[in-house]
């Protein structure tokens, strides 16, 4: 029998979301969906803690070579404030069995802060071989620093 409890401590306290990454580009860009238009950039006000986990989906003629966490004080790649805070180093991600996870902190995210005010953050992928088609998947986990309630499957 299935239990009639709504539990809902990981729903409150984490905001969990795929995004299907489509750059657009080989060269290094931040998490996009639309062909690097609109970049996700996620407010380190609202999150304590945020981890990236990316994979690439398209085969292995196709690969991630690079993973990083990069943070910024506006939400624009090309902001001159655009800090690394993590980097996987060289990696050969090209099966969906292969892929990168990254994590950090907003305490670590502000140590290295001191030229600018970073509050935002988000993944920065390389990618080979690929440019104009859904590459990677990128899943994102964020901490919340106020717990929502209430929070049911239907409502996010």
């Avoid at 795929?18 to 969906?33: C, E, F, L, Q, R």
């Avoid at 060289?90 to 802060?113: D, Q, R």
Wanted: hydrophobic share 45%; aromatic share 8%.
């Amino acid at each position: 029998m299935a239990s009639a409890v709504a539990t809902d401590k990981i729903a409150c306290n984490w905001f969990i979301k795929n995004y299907d990454h489509d750059p657009g580009t080989n060269a290094v860009k931040v998490i996009s969906a639309d062909g690097g238009t609109t970049e996700i950039w996620f407010d380190l006000r609202d999150y304590d803690a945020i981890a990236f986990v990316a994979v690439c989906t398209a085969g292995t003629a196709f690969s991630m070579t690079l993973m990083e966490i990069v943070a910024s004080d506006s939400e624009d790649e090309t902001d001159t404030s655009v800090t690394q805070i993590k980097t996987s180093g060289a990696i050969t991600a090209n099966s969906l069995a292969k892929g990168a996870f990254l994590e950090c902190t907003a305490e670590e995210v502000s140590h290295l802060a001191s030229t600018y005010n970073l509050r935002y953050v988000t993944a920065r992928l390389t990618l080979a071989g690929h440019a104009n088609d859904n590459e990677a998947q990128v899943i994102v986990f964020a901490h919340a620093r106020r717990p929502h309630d209430a929070v049911t499957a239907a409502s996010w």
